[in-house]
């Protein structure tokens, strides 16, 4: 784990995010990064948490929430010459 991001994770009183987390929302920034505009991937991570949040509340995991996320934006991003972005 990254020590700065476990230091935020502990200021803000937070659990730091599982590897698979941390794996589910790099690629999600990375697809938004490299499919719209750059400035878009942090705030699409944002807007995944606060999906994340009302999907635990309705009963979902963590991971589950990004992971579905992450397929509601691979829904919207531009097609590439190899087919939809993934």
């Avoid at 490299?34 to 400035?39: A, I, L, N, Q």
């Avoid at 009302?54 to 509601?72: F, H, I, Q, W």
């Avoid at 691979?74 to 087919?83: A, F, K, M, V, W």
């Amino acid at each position: 784990m990254n020590d700065w991001l476990d230091a935020f994770a502990s200021e803000l009183e937070v659990g730091a995010p599982s590897a698979r987390l941390r794996s589910t929302l790099l690629e999600l920034a990375r697809e938004v990064a490299h499919s719209t505009e750059r400035k878009n991937a942090p705030l699409s991570t944002y807007l995944a948490g606060a999906f994340a949040a009302r999907r635990m509340a309705e009963g979902a995991s963590l991971e589950e929430a990004v992971a579905e996320a992450l397929e509601a934006a691979r829904r919207l991003l531009p097609e590439t010459d190899e087919g939809p972005s993934s």
